[in-house]
C-alpha cells in the first residue's frame, strides 16, 4: 500500500494525437533503444554481411594460415589458413537461420500448449502439466543433447529439434497467466455476455498478455540462438563444413594453447552481442510494459 | 507438513517415471536402433542381430522397458555398449566430480549473491544498484563457453596461473588438494559468474520489493533503525524467493555446468554426457537423465522445506 | 488541559513530474491529551501524507516545512537518530490492512517485543511479560497462547488489535490511526473504534484518527478537522461539526455518507481537483453550489462562528440544519410479478479438488437459500465477509455450480447448454466491486461497452457506435471518453462504464456485487443514485449485495440477510429496519451509520 502515499487521481486527459504517439514509439531511449539498435546491427551482420563481403569462407591459404588481422583478412585466418571474417558472417547466417525460425516454432507452440492446458477441462491441465513437469525436471540443453545424438543433424532437424524442446518454460508461463486472467472480473462478465473460450481466448486473454508474450518472445530468441551455439560449440549443432559462431569458437579452443585471440573473440562477443540484444530488448519492454498491467 | 512433502514426492516421482519413459522409447524406436550407433551405419544384418541379441535388444520393447526398470529396482543402472561396464560404477567417480563442482559453484554464488542483491535492493535507484544492475544485465548475456575461453585464454595461457585443463590423470599423479582446487579455480569462477548474474538480480529485486512493503513502514512506526529493519525483517522474507529460484535453477546451473566441463574436460556428468552423446552410449545417458531429474527434483523439495522453515504460512497450503 | 501535538502551517510538497506539486497545505491543529481528533478527508485530500509527516515516514524527497510541536518538542528540527527515538516512544502509529502492516515472518510477540525494546531495552523475558499485558489490554482473548502465532493466524479483526497493542508497547502521547477500520466488517470496525476510544481515556492518549468515512467517526471523535485537496476547509468541535456543517464541501459530504432510513443522497458533481490543477481560490469552489465569483479570488480565511472554523466565504447559515429528504416514507411494495426464484440453493466448494486430496470438509458456502424476485424490485443482500453473498451472486449468475433451482421467469437453467445457456445466462448481468478489475486494461472503452452488441451479433459498426455513445451518455459521462483506455478514467467513471456495458447486454436483472464499496463517499452518492435513477427508468430488477447496511437500506424494497451461509432475515426494507427479528439482523444495523437526531 505504500503507493497510496501519492493519492494520485486518476488523470482525464485525452489521448496523444496518434502521429504524436507514433513518434513517441520511434524513439525508444536506455535499455529498450540499446537492444534494438543491437538486434539490428546482428540482424545486419547475419543476413546482409555475407553479401557485401564476398571472399569465400572455405577457400584455403596455407601460406597464411594462423595469421592476426591484416590488411588481406582484416579478422586474421584459422588454423587451416581460412578467411575469418568470411567464416564469421557465413557462421551467423548458419546461426540465425536456424535460430530465428525454431524460436518462433517454439514461441507458437509454447502458446498454444499454454492456452490449451489453461483453457481445457481440469483432467486436461492436469495431464497436460505433468508432461510439462517431466521435461521440466530436465535442463533443455541436456534435452537437447540427447535428441542431438538421436538424429541426423541438418538445418530442418535442428529448427524442429530447438523448437520443439524450448517452449516448456512459455507454455507454462502463458498456463498459468491463463488461469489467473480467466478468473479476473472482465473474463466473467465477458462470458456472462454470452462470451465462449475462443473469444475470451482471442479478445481478453491473448491482449491483456500480449506484453509478457512479446517479451518473452524476445527471451526465446536469445535463448534459441543460445542453444544452438552451445550444441554447435559441443559438436551437436551446426554440422561442418557448415560453420556457425560456436563451432567456429570450438575449433579455436582446440588450438587455445597457441593464444589465438582473433578466433575466439569475434565469435564470442557476436553470440553475447546477440543474446544482449534479445536481452536488453527484453528487459526493455519489460520497464516500458510492466507498470501498466 | 509431512503430507505435503509427501504429496510433492509422489507428484515428482510421477514426472521422473514419465520422463525415463520417455527417454526410454525415444531411443528404442530410433531408426537403426542402438546397434548401429555402436556398429556404424555400414553394419551387416548379421552383426547387427549377433549385438541385439548379445546387449538383449531383441527382446520385446515392453519386455526391455520392464526390464530396465528391474534392474533399476536392483541397483543397477545397466550396461555401457561401449564400455562394457556397469553404469552404476562408471558413474561414481564423476558424480564425486560433479558433486564437488556443484557445491562450490552454488554455495559460492548464493553468498556472492546475497551479498550484491542486498546492496541492490537498498541503493535502488542510485549509483551502486545501477552498476550492479548493468553487470547483471551484462553476465546474463554471456555464453558460458565465451567466458570460459576468455578465462582461459587470459588466466592460463595469457598469465600462467591456473591449468586449463581438467583433473582426468590427477589420481595417477598423487596430486595433492592443492592441485585439485586449482584445476576447479576456473570451471567454478566461470559458472559462479554466470549464476551470479541471475541469482543476485532475483535477489535484490526481492530485497528492493520487501523495503517497500507495509510492514517496513511499521517497523520505522516503531522507531526500529534500519539495519535492524534489514536484517531483522527484510532478510528473512527476501530469502523465500532466493530459495525458491535456487531450487529452481538446478537445471539452468547444470546447463552452464555441461558447457563449461566440456570446454575444461573435468569429467563430471555433464562431462560424461557429453561424451556418451557423440558416441550414442545410451544406457549412460538415461542414467544420467535418471540423475539429472532426480536431483532437480530434490532441489526443488529441499527449497520448499526450507521455504516452510522461512515462512510459517507455507505449511499452511 | 495539555496540548500533546500541535502542527502549525504544515506544508509537504513531493516532486512529481520534474517539480515540486504541493500535497498538503498549511496544516494547523492542536490536539490535546485525552482527546480523539477525526482529520477526515476524500482520498487525494492530503490526510494520509499528513499523518506520515508528522512521524516523518514519507520518501527522502518530500520537503516539509512548518513546525510540528509534539508535547513541547519541535520534532521538525530532530535529525534521523532522535526522530528513531520519538517514534514508537512518544507516538504510536496503527495502519490500515493490518495483514501487510505485520511482518508475515515473525510472531505477534516478537514484534510487539521489539516496539518496546528499541526504547526501553531490557531482556527479553520482560519485553515477554509486557506484550502479554498488552494483548490482553486490547482484549485478545487467551492471550498467553497467542503470543506465538503468527499475524496469519489471526483474524481481520484480531490482527488489528495486535497492531494497536503494538502502537502502545511504550505507552505513547500521541497515538496516530490511519484508517484502521478500512476494510474490516461493520460490526469489527465499530468494535476496533470503541477500542480506541477506550483505550484513549484510560491512557489520557491523544489520537489522531485519519479516515475517508464521517460515519466511522461520528460516535467517538471529539473534534473533526476536514480537508479537501490538500486544505482544511472546516475544523472544531466534533458536536458542533455534526450539529451543523458550516462549509458547503463539509455539508456535501456528510449528505453522501449513505444512511438508514434515508430517502436521498446528497451529490458532489465533478472531480476533485489533481494536486497540480488545483484552483487558486477555494478548492471546492468549481463543485459547489453556491459559488459565488469572489470565491476565485483567493483561499479564504477561517471563518469562527457556531463552534467551528469554516474557510469559506459564505458560509451556511447556523439556523440551517443539515437537510435530508424524508426519511423513508416507503411506498408499500406493489405486487410483483415474479421474476427471479431461487429454491433450496445450496453451494459448497472445493469438492475433491485434488488427486491426493480427499472431498472437502468446508461447511457448505450456501445452504436452503431461497427467495422470489419481483420484477422492477431491488433485493438487497447483506452480511459479513464470509457469510456467502457473493457466492449468492455469483450462482444467480451461473458463475458456479450449486444445488438446487435458479429460474428466470420460471425457466430453469438446468439442462440448457450451448447457444441456448448463454442466450439466457445474458438476460442476468453483473456489476463487480473493483471497477478496475472489471475492465480489460488492453481495451478501449467503446469497445469495451460494444462487447455485449458484438457478442450478440447483427449491429453494423456504425449502429454499435451511436449505441456505445447513447449509452455513456445514459450513465453521465462524456461520449468522446469511448477512445480512452481504462487507465485514463477515475475509479467511478470505470464503475459507470461497467454499468453501460451491463446494459448493452438489455438484460433484465443486475446483479451488483459490491458496486460502490471501492469508490469515495461523493463518488459513491452519484453511482447509487444513477442506479435508482436506471432501475425507475428502464424498469431493472437488481440483486445488490453489500456489507455496508445503509447503502442496502438506500436502495432495496427488501433486504436479505445472509449470515454462515443462510437467509436469517427476509423482510420490506422498512419493516425489517424498524423491528428487526433476528439478533444479527439488529447487530448489523446498530453498526451502520443512523440519521442520529441531532442530524435530523
Known amino acids: 500500500m505504500s503507493d497510496r502515499l501519492i493519492e494520485a487521481p486518476a488523470h482525464t486527459g485525452m489521448p496523444a494525437a496518434p502521429l504524436a504517439r507514433f513518434f513517441g514509439r520511434l524513439r525508444p531511449r536506455g535499455t529498450l533503444g540499446f537492444g534494438l539498435t543491437l538486434t539490428v546491427i546482428i540482424l545486419f551482420v547475419g543476413f546482409i554481411g555475407p553479401f557485401l563481403y564476398p571472399p569465400d569462407p572455405f577457400a584455403i591459404h596455407p601460406a597464411h594460415a594462423l595469421e592476426g588481422p591484416s590488411l588481406a583478412f582484416p579478422f586474421g585466418t584459422d588454423e587451416l589458413g581460412r578467411d575469418e571474417l568470411a567464416l564469421l558472417l557465413s557462421g551467423g547466417l548458419a546461426t540465425l537461420i536456424v535460430a530465428l525460425p525454431a524460436a518462433i516454432l517454439a514461441f507458437l507452440v509454447g502458446v498454444v500448449y499454454g492456452l490449451a492446458a489453461g483453457l481445457g477441462p481440469v483432467w486436461l491441465d492436469r495431464v497436460m502439466m505433468r508432461l510439462l513437469d517431466a521435461i521440466l525436471a530436465l535442463p533443455s540443453l541436456i534435452i537437447l543433447i540427447f535428441f542431438a545424438s538421436l538424429v541426423t543433424l541438418d538445418n530442418t532437424s535442428l529448427i524442429l529439434l530447438l523448437g520443439f524442446i524450448s517452449w516448456p518454460g512459455l507454455a507454462r508461463l502463458v498456463r498459468n497467466e491463463t488461469l489467473a486472467q480467466r478468473g479476473r472480473d472482465f473474463v466473467l462478465a465477458s462470458e456472462q455476455l454470452g462470451a465462449g473460450r475462443m473469444y475470451v481466448a482471442r479478445v481478453h486473454l491473448l491482449r491483456v498478455m500480449a506484453p509478457v508474450l512479446v517479451v518473452n518472445g524476445t527471451f526465446m530468441v536469445g535463448d534459441s540462438i543460445f542453444a544452438l551455439s552451445a550444441l554447435s560449440f559441443l559438436g551437436l549443432g551446426v554440422q561442418p563444413p557448415k560453420v556457425s559462431w560456436g563451432s567456429l569458437l570450438e575449433s579455436a579452443l582446440d588450438i587455445i594453447a597457441l593464444d589465438p585471440w582473433w578466433l575466439i573473440l569475434p565469435p564470442g562477443l557476436l553470440v553475447f552481442g546477440s543474446l544482449l540484444a534479445a536481452s536488453l530488448t527484453g528487459q526493455g519492454l519489460l520497464a516500458r510494459w510492466g507498470h501498466n498491467r | ?317 | 488541559m495539555s496540548a500533546v501535538l500541535q502542527l502549525n502551517a504544515l506544508s509537504v510538497s513531493l516532486p512529481r513530474g520534474g517539480r515540486d506539486v504541493s500535497i498538503l497545505d498549511g496544516l494547523s491543529l492542536t490536539i490535546n491529551a485525552g482527546e480523539m481528533m477525526a482529520l477526515v478527508g476524500e482520498s487525494g485530500s492530503g490526510k494520509t501524507i499528513a499523518a506520515l509527516s508528522i512521524m516523518r515516514l514519507l520518501p527522502p524527497r518530500a520537503r516539509i516545512t512548518g513546525s510540528v510541536d509534539l508535547d513541547g518538542t519541535e520534532i521538525t528540527a530532530l535529525d534521523e537518530r532522535a526522530m528513531r527515538a520519538v517514534r514508537g516512544r512518544d507516538v504510536g502509529m496503527v495502519f490500515q490492512n493490518p495483514l501487510a502492516a505485520l511482518n508475515p515472518s515473525r510472531t505477534v510477540a516478537s514484534q510487539i517485543q521489539e516496539a518496546w525494546r528499541v526504547h526501553n531495552g531490557g531482556s527479553v523475558r520482560a519485553a515477554r511479560a509486557r506484550a502479554l499485558e498488552l494483548l490482553g489490554e486490547v482484549g485478545i482473548p487467551n492471550p498467553e497462547a497467542r503470543l506465538d502465532d503468527y499475524p496469519h493466524e489471526f483474524s481481520g479483526g484480531m490482527r488489528q488489535r495486535v497492531m494497536i497493542a503494538m502502537a502502545l508497547a511504550c505507552s505513547p502521547k500521541l497515538l496516530i490511526a490511519d484508517e484502521p477500520t478500512t476494510g474490516l466488517d461493520p460490526l469489527i470496525a465499530r468494535q476496533i473504534m470503541g477500542l480506541i476510544a477506550r483505550l484513549r481515556r484510560e491512557h489520557r492518549m491523544g489520537v489522531l484518527f485519519v479516515t475517508h468515512d464521517l460515519s466511522v467517526v461520528e460516535e467517538h471523535a471529539d473534534s473533526i478537522h476536514v480537508l479537501y485537496a490538500g486544505r482544511t476547509v472546516e475544523c472544531g468541535p466534533a458536536k458542533d461539526f455534526f450539529a451543523h456543517p458550516r462549509h458547503p464541501y463539509s455539508e456535501a459530504l456528510l449528505g453522501s455518507v449513505a444512511r438508514v432510513g434515508q430517502a436521498r443522497l446528497q451529490n458532489i458533481p465533478g472531480n476533485l481537483p489533481e494536486p497540480e490543477a488545483r484552483p487558486r481560490g477555494c478548492r471546492f469552489a468549481p463543485r459547489c453550489a453556491y459559488h459565488q465569483p469572489e470565491c476565485d479570488a483567493a483561499y479564504p480565511p477561517a471563518l469562527p462562528g457556531g463552534g467551528t472554523l469554516a474557510a469559506c466565504l459564505y458560509p451556511l447559515p447556523l439556523t440551517e440544519r443539515i437537510s435530508y429528504a424524508e426519511p423513508a416514507a416507503k411506498p408499500p411494495p406493489p405486487n410483483w410479478a415474479p421474476q427471479l426464484e431461487v429454491r433450496d440453493l445450496g453451494v459448497r466448494y472445493g469438492n475433491g479438488a485434488g488427486l491426493f486430496r480427499a472431498a472437502s470438509k468446508l461447511p457448505p458456502a450456501l445452504a436452503e437459500v431461497a427467495f422470489t424476485l419481483g420484477r422492477g424490485e431491488c433485493l438487497g443482500v447483506v452480511g459479513e465477509s464470509g457469510s456467502g453473498k457473493s457466492t449468492l451472486g455469483r450462482a444467480i449468475l451461473q458463475m458456479i455450480p450449486y444445488q438446487g433451482e435458479i429460474a428466470l421467469d420460471g425457466e430453469g437453467f438446468s439442462g440448457l447448454r450451448g447457444a441456448a445457456r448463454r442466450s439466457r445466462r445474458r438476460r442476468i448481468q453483473v456489476v463487480f466491486q473493483d471497477p478496475r478489475e472489471s475492465l480489460n486494461p488492453r481495451i478501449r472503452i467503446g469497445d469495451i461497452i460494444a462487447e455485449p452488441l458484438r457478442l450478440a451479433g447483427g449491429t453494423s459498426r456504425t449502429e454499435q457506435r451511436r449505441r456505445v455513445e447513447s449509452l455513456l451518455d445514459r450513465v453521465g459521462l462524456n461520449p468522446e471518453m469511448a477512445g480512452l483506455l481504462p487507465a485514463g478514467v477515475s475509479g467511478g467513471q470505470a464503475q459507470r462504464i461497467a454499468i453501460a456495458r451491463a446494459l448493452a447486454a438489455e438484460p433484465e436483472l443486475v446483479v451488483l456485487d459490491e458496486p460502490t464499496s471501492s469508490l469515495d463517499v461523493s463518488t459513491q452518492a452519484m453511482l447509487l443514485n444513477l442506479l435508482k435513477d436506471l432501475a425507475r427508468d428502464t424498469g431493472l430488477s437488481y440483486i445488490l449485495i453489500s456489507h455496508d447496511f445503509a447503502v442496502v437500506s438506500y436502495m432495496a424494497d427488501r433486504i436479505a440477510v445472509l449470515n454462515a451461509g443462510r437467509i436469517v432475515e427476509l423482510g420490506d426494507t422498512g419493516s425489517l429496519i424498524a423491528a428487526p427479528r433476528h439478533h444479527y439482523t439488529a447487530a448489523l444495523i446498530g453498526a451502520a451509520p443512523q440519521l442520529r437526531p441531532h442530524l435530523r
Open chain 2, 1 to 317: 507438513m509431512i503430507r505435503v512433502v509427501a504429496t510433492r514426492l509422489a507428484s515428482s516421482s510421477l514426472s521422473i517415471v514419465i520422463l525415463v519413459t520417455l527417454v526410454f522409447f525415444m531411443v528404442h524406436l530410433t531408426p537403426g536402433g542402438p546397434a548401429y550407433s555402436i556398429l556404424g551405419i555400414k553394419a551387416t544384418a548379421a552383426s547387427v542381430a549377433e549385438v541385439n541379441a548379445r546387449l538383449g535388444l531383441d527382446a520385446p520393447l515392453y519386455r526391455q522397458y520392464g526390464l530396465w526398470w528391474w534392474h533399476l529396482a536392483h541397483g543397477q543402472l545397466g550396461y555401457s555398449y561401449l564400455l562394457s561396464r556397469p553404469v552404476g560404477s562408471l558413474l561414481w567417480q564423476y558424480e564425486i566430480n560433479t558433486f564437488v563442482f556443484y557445491t562450490a559453484s552454488i554455495v559460492i554464488s548464493t553468498a556472492v549473491s546475497i551479498l550484491l542483491g542486498l546492496v541492490q535492493g537498498v541503493y535502488y535507484g542510485r549509483w551502486p544498484a545501477r552498476l550492479i544492475g548493468g553487470l547483471q544485465l551484462a553476465f546474463y548475456a554471456l555464453p558460458p563457453f565465451f567466458v570460459a575461453a576468455i578465462l582461459v585464454l587470459w588466466f592460463s595461457v595469457g598469465l600462467r596461473w591456473l591449468p586449463a585443463n581438467g583433473i582426468t590423470n590427477l589420481r595417477a599423479e598423487h596430486p595433492g588438494i592443492g592441485s585439485y582446487v586449482a584445476h576447479l579455480v576456473l570451471p567454478v569462477t566461470t559458472v559462479t559468474l554466470l549464476t551470479v548474474a541471475s541469482l543476485s538480480r532475483y535477489f535484490g529485486e526481492a530485497v528492493q520489493e520487501e523495503l517497500g512493503k507495509d510492514y517496513v513502514r511499521t517497523a520505522r512506526a516503531k522507531g526500529v533503525s534500519f539495519s535492524a529493519i534489514l536484517f531483522g525483517h527484510v532478510l528473512r522474507n527476501a530469502l523465500r524467493p532466493l530459495v525458491t529460484i535456487l531450487g529452481l535453477s538446478f537445471p539452468y546451473i547444470f546447463t552452464g555446468g555441461v558447457i563449461v566441463e566440456s570446454v575444461f574436460n573435468y569429467p563430471g556428468l555433464g562431462w560424461l554426457m557429453w561424451r556418451s552423446a557423440l558416441s550414442q552410449d545410451y544406457p549412460i545417458l538415461i542414467a544420467i537423465v535418471l540423475i539429472i531429474g532426480v536431483l532437480t527434483v530434490l532441489g526443488n523439495l529441499l527449497a520448499d522445506l526450507v521455504n516452510s522453515v522461512l515462512d510459517p504460512r507455507a505449511s499452511y497450503e
